[in-house]
């Protein structure tokens, strides 16, 4: 069995917890019934031993393994991770989504996505990463009762996400503590506004508005200011052409949305002005969550 997952870029400027698109980056698991237990990493994290014994997608899986049959079973997982850890990439949002999927496909029951992203709210309060996560493209969230509610919308092939990857890790839930704990009228509305815009956008296909709306004044400064070299990165973005350009979910990388035919001369500019930063042009992802039988 295998169960294949996509990065993910939150926020998206001012959708704060609400809004996310998927990228063509994935983990991906294979896992079968074994006698005993056993766990191989390939790619991020394979030279973590941390992740052999205290690994999120072992505990979430066990735990949801139990509960839809009712026994314990040893398995052989082989993980391939290509999503950075920590680096605001929606690592811990693919882990989770996977390790529920992976679990009710080893017991042998269908769930639907929609399904399967209510569970995945239970570990992540907020729906901005598990959401594209679990369907692919851009998504507007929100959460009520403890459930998801969110639209979809497909991204096109002409766009690319060029991402700025800093060797600095940026746990969520430690930066989600740097923010404010309350907002001004006036920012909260500017955030409202420029939310809703940037969600019309994205649905309009009108990406030349996106430089315009996908500003935000609820945490990206704050957190930026933790690593000021993604201010310059920010500036040389939409120097060079970039039709968004924000903070990737709790950072520390940064992502541009840009025209495929700028991709690589967005992406070398970025390569000669930040050498110590990994620089990747991925697709984007419409397809999320994948379960292979
Ligand atoms: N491939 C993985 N395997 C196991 N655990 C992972 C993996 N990727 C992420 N995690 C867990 O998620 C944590 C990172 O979560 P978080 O700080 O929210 O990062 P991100 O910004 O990438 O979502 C890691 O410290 C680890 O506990
Ligand atoms: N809305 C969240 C998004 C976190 O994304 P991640 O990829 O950094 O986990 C936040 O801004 O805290």
Same mark, same amino acid.
């Given at each position: 069995?295998?169960?294949?997952?996509?990065?993910?870029?939150? %926020?998206?400027?001012?959708?704060? @917890?609400?809004?996310?698109?998927?990228?063509?980056?994935?983990?991906?698991?294979?896992?079968?019934?074994?006698?005993?237990?056993?766990?191989?990493?390939?790619?991020?994290?394979?030279? #973590?031993?941390?992740?052999?014994?205290?690994?999120?997608?072992?505990?979430?899986? /066990? &735990?949801?393994?139990?509960?839809?049959?009712?026994?314990?079973?040893? *398995?052989?997982?082989?993980?391939?991770?290509?999503?950075?850890?920590?680096?605001?990439?929606?690592?811990?949002?693919?882990?989770?989504?996977?390790?529920?999927?992976?679990?009710?496909?080893?017991?042998?029951?269908?769930?639907?996505?929609?399904?399967?992203?209510?569970? $995945?709210?239970?570990?992540?309060?907020?729906?901005? /990463?598990?959401?594209?996560?679990?369907?692919?493209? *851009?998504?507007?969230?929100?959460?009520?009762?403890?459930?998801?509610?969110?639209?979809?919308?497909?991204?096109?092939?002409?766009?690319?996400?060029?991402?700025?990857?800093?060797?600095?890790?940026? %746990?969520?839930?430690?930066?989600?503590?740097?923010?404010?704990?309350?907002?001004?009228?006036?920012?909260?509305?500017?955030?409202?506004?420029?939310? $809703?815009?940037?969600?019309?956008?994205?649905?309009?296909?009108?990406?030349?508005?996106?430089?315009?709306?996908?500003?935000?004044?609820?945490?990206?400064?704050?957190?930026?200011?933790?690593?000021?070299?993604? *201010?310059?990165?920010?500036?040389? $973005?939409?120097?060079?052409?970039?039709?968004?350009?924000?903070?990737?979910?709790?950072?520390?990388?940064?992502?541009?949305?840009?025209?495929? &035919? &700028?991709?690589?001369?967005? $992406? #070398?500019?970025?390569?000669?002005?930040?050498? &110590?930063?990994?620089?990747?042009?991925? @697709?984007? @992802?419409? #397809?999320?969550?994948?379960?292979?039988?």
């Amino acid at each position: 069995m295998t169960v294949s997952v996509p990065a993910t870029s939150a %926020n998206l400027g001012p959708g704060f @917890d609400s809004l996310g698109l998927a990228v063509d980056l994935r983990n991906v698991v294979e896992f079968h019934p074994s006698k005993f237990f056993s766990v191989s990493i390939k790619g991020e994290g394979e030279n #973590n031993p941390r992740l052999k014994g205290n690994n999120l997608f072992v505990s979430i899986f /066990n &735990d949801h393994y139990a509960r839809l049959t009712k026994k314990t079973q040893n *398995f052989k997982f082989t993980f391939h991770n290509q999503i950075p850890m920590s680096r605001g990439l929606g690592s811990s949002s693919a882990v989770i989504v996977s390790a529920i999927a992976s679990a009710h496909e080893a017991a042998g029951i269908r769930v639907s996505k929609r399904r399967i992203l209510n569970h $995945a709210l239970v570990y992540e309060s907020h729906p901005d /990463n598990i959401t594209p996560a679990v369907m692919g493209g *851009f998504n507007a969230a929100t959460i009520e009762k403890n459930k998801v509610f969110s639209q979809r919308k497909h991204l096109p092939d002409y766009l690319k996400a060029v991402v700025v990857i800093p060797n600095k890790q940026m %746990n969520t839930s430690k930066s989600r503590t740097v923010l404010p704990k309350s907002y001004s009228k006036e920012n909260a509305i500017y955030n409202l506004s420029h939310t $809703a815009l940037t969600v019309a956008a994205f649905f309009n296909e009108d990406w030349e508005m996106l430089k315009l709306a996908a500003q935000d004044r609820f945490h990206q400064k704050a957190r930026m200011k933790t690593l000021p070299e993604l *201010f310059a990165v920010q500036k040389v $973005a939409y120097e060079s052409g970039a039709l968004m350009s924000t903070l990737s979910g709790s950072g520390s990388t940064f992502f541009s949305l840009v025209y495929d &035919d &700028d991709a690589s001369m967005i $992406a #070398n500019k970025f390569t000669q002005k930040f050498p &110590d930063f990994i620089v990747k042009t991925l @697709d984007f @992802d419409n #397809n999320g969550l994948i379960i292979e039988r």
